[in-house]
Nanobody, 122 residues
Framework: QVQLVESGGGLVQEGGSLRLSCAAA????????MNWYRQAPGKQRELVAEISKDGSTNYEEFVKGRFSIARANAENMWFLQMNSLKPKDSAVYYC????????????????WGQGTQVTVSS
C-alpha cells in the first residue's frame, strides 16, 4: 500500500513563508508527477503546482513568483516553498502523486496526502 505523509503547515503572518513537505511510503515502482493542491472552505480543490519526473514544473498563475515546487527523488519526497504568503492562500494543502505500483498487476494511480492546514493572518 502507498501512503503520502505531509508536514509543514501552520499559522503565519501575511508576507511570511512556509515550507510543506510530502513523503511517499510503502511499496511502489516509481513516482511520476508530483503535485500540490489546495482547498479553501466552500471552494473546490485546485491545483497549485506540479513537477514531472524529469523536473519540469507548472504553476498556477496565482502562485507564480511566490511558490516553488521541488522534488528529491532519492528520498521519494517533494516540497512546496511558499513565500510572500497572503490571507487568500489560507487553505488545506494536499500533496498528490501519480504512482506506478504493483499489486498483483502493474497499475498507475493518483494518491493523496491527508492534508495540512495553512493559515495566513493579515
Amino acid at each position: 500500500q502507498v501512503q503520502l505523509v505531509e508536514s509543514g503547515g501552520g499559522l503565519v503572518q501575511e508576507g511570511g513563508s512556509l515550507r510543506l513537505s510530502c513523503a511517499a511510503a510503502g511499496s511502489f515502482v516509481k513516482i511520476n508527477t508530483m503535485n500540490w493542491y489546495r482547498q479553501a472552505p466552500g471552494k473546490q480543490r485546485e491545483l497549485v503546482a506540479e513537477i514531472s519526473k524529469d523536473g519540469s514544473t507548472n504553476y498556477e498563475e496565482f502562485v507564480k513568483g511566490r511558490f516553488s515546487i521541488a522534488r528529491a527523488n532519492a528520498e521519494n519526497m517533494w516540497f512546496l516553498q511558499m513565500n510572500s504568503l497572503k490571507p487568500k492562500d489560507s487553505a488545506v494543502y494536499y500533496c498528490g502523486a501519480d504512482i506506478f505500483a504493483f499489486h498483483g498487476t502493474f497499475y498507475t494511480a493518483r494518491f493523496w496526502g491527508q492534508g495540512t492546514q495553512v493559515t495566513v493572518s493579515s
